[in-house]
T-cell receptor
Framework: DTEVTQTPKHLVMGMTNKKSLKCEQH?????MYWYKQKAKKPPELMFV???????INESVPSRFSPECPNSSHLFLHLHTLQPEDSALYLC???????????FGSGTRLTVV | QKEVEQNSGPLSVPEGAIASLNCTYS??????FFWYRQYSGKSPELIMS????GDKEDGRFTAQLNKASQYVSLLIRDSQPSDSATYLC????????????FGGGTRVLVKP
């Protein structure tokens, strides 16, 4: 299995809703990442998990809450989002060290 | 100065020609360099990785790295309309805490 699977592919949520994005990989990668990408911009790092521990939080607002229950799964819990949070949310994984990341297909989030 | 810089384009290339993309980076401690291809509305796909000075070829793609001059380039030979996409340069550097830093991307248009 050489894929990173993200669900759902599309999500529309109101500003008062609570939702979660899910990411899954079975490549034995021990580092997992959440990125946010706005149109015509490069991916922007949000969180890094290394061996299931949060190692990097790029000053992301607390309305975004990551969770890594095991080495294969990663979640991004969303609550009280703003319309400007609408974006493509990408999950990625990699082996530890200086390796490239494998990205999932992303969740297209629209906040209304 | 941005950490990873690319010309945003668009780079317009006739079908069958060579597309040449450049990327410069600021962290001299960077050790790993990657090129990702991203189609509109899709997630980034890793197409090349390079770790040492010189050229690395994979099919129609050649990555070139010059650490002394702090640049990495990507050549696409025999360009096809299906190569039309945004190409993201990514650098993994010690100064950045061993996380990938992306350039802004170069949009490539291959015209039949």
């Amino acid at each position: 299995d050489t894929e990173v699977t993200q669900t759902p592919k599309h999500l529309v949520m109101g500003m008062t809703n609570k939702k979660s994005l899910k990411c899954e990989q079975h490549m034995g990668h021990r580092a997992m990442y959440w990125y946010k990408q706005k149109a015509k911009k490069p991916p922007e790092l949000m969180f890094v998990y290394s061996y299931e521990k949060l190692s990097i939080n790029e000053s992301v607002p607390s309305r975004f809450s990551p969770e890594c229950p095991n080495s294969s799964h990663l979640f991004l819990h969303l609550h009280t989002l703003q319309p400007e949070d609408s974006a493509l949310y990408l999950c990625a994984s990699s082996q530890e060290g200086q390796y490239g990341y494998t990205f999932g297909s992303g969740t297209r989030l629209t906040v209304v | 100065q941005k950490e990873v810089e690319q010309n945003s384009g668009p780079l317009s290339v006739p079908e069958g020609a060579i597309a040449s993309l450049n990327c410069t980076y600021s962290d001299r401690g960077s050790q790993s360099f990657f090129w990702y291809r991203q189609y509109s509305g899709k997630s980034p796909e890793l197409i090349m990785s390079i770790y040492s000075n010189g050229d690395k070829e994979d099919g129609r793609f050649t990555a070139q790295l010059n650490k002394a001059s702090q640049y990495v380039s990507l050549l696409i030979r025999d360009s096809q309309p299906s190569d039309s996409a945004t190409y993201l340069c990514a650098v993994n550097g010690v100064a950045a805490g061993n996380k990938l830093t992306f350039g802004g991307g170069t949009r490539v248009l291959v015209k039949p």
